[in-house]
């Protein structure tokens, strides 16, 4: 089964960073996924991990520890449009589908 | 890149109306596609998985009979509620397999139930 967990909320100051985890059980681990949803429309790819380690894309990276059922997205720079949802998804060997954490809101404030 | 849409993107109907809503993948041929809902400040909660040519399956809690899923190609699902009731209103979102990216999400649709 899966327990994919996420704080609910995180608030940040406009140029900080933040960091938002995530921690999953899983059976057959085949990868972790970040997207980003703004309130209102559907979420939109932020980041991929299938290995153990930092994937850096501009300002957003991601990490990932296979052995702690870890992962964390990371955001520099903040800025006011990166107030949104994060959701942490968890493929599993043999499902289609992918499975979802709660998601965390962030809100930046100036 | 892979582009999924949706129509409607919003509709409002009355109570006790069916409503259609399709997910298209633009570019690619999708024999996998996935039915979310999403109520306000939740997260997203799958609905079932549509298989085209066969018959979708249903995540436990949700009413089969209700949520018709029909994948009749490689690039149309259709979801259509029956009997809409308020309490059906909701944000639906649409989903398309695939590998490197998870999944290729459509724009949603946001349903009104009066």
């Known amino acids: 089964g899966q327990n994919i967990d996420q704080p609910t909320e995180m608030t940040a100051t406009e140029g900080a960073i933040v960091q938002i985890n995530c921690t999953y059980q899983?059976?057959?681990?085949?990868?972790l996924f970040w997207y980003q949803q703004h309130a209102g429309e559907a979420p939109t790819f932020l980041s991929y991990?299938?290995?153990?380690g930092l994937e850096e894309k501009g300002r957003f990276s991601s990490f990932l520890s296979r052995s702690k059922g870890y992962s964390y997205l990371l955001l520099k720079e903040l800025q006011m449009k990166d107030s949104a949802s994060y959701l942490c998804?968890?493929?599993?060997?043999?499902?289609?589908?992918?499975?979802f954490g709660t998601g965390t809101r962030l809100t930046v404030i100036p | 890149g892979a582009v999924v849409s949706q129509h409607p993107s919003w509709v409002i109907c009355k109570s006790g109306t069916s409503v259609k809503i399709e997910c298209r993948s633009l570019?690619?041929?999708?024999?996998?596609m996935f039915w979310y809902r999403q109520f306000p400040k939740q997260s997203l909660m799958l609905m079932a998985t549509?298989?085209?040519?066969?018959?979708?399956?249903?995540e436990q809690g949700v009413e089969k009979d209700k949520f018709l899923i029909n994948h009749a190609s490689l690039t149309l699902s259709t979801l259509t509620v029956t009997s809409a009731h308020p309490e059906d209103s909701s944000f639906y979102i649409c989903?398309?397999?695939?590998?490197?990216?998870?999944?290729?999400f459509g724009p949603g649709t946001r349903l009104t139930v009066t």
């Open positions: 989903s398309a397999r695939q590998p490197t990216q998870g999944q290729y």
């Open positions: 899983t059976s057959g681990f085949n990868g």
């Open positions: 991990n299938v290995l153990d």
């Open positions: 998804a968890v493929s599993e060997e043999g499902a289609n589908n992918l499975f």
């Open positions: 570019d690619f041929q999708a024999t996998t």
């Open positions: 549509s298989n085209e040519g066969s018959k979708a399956t249903y």
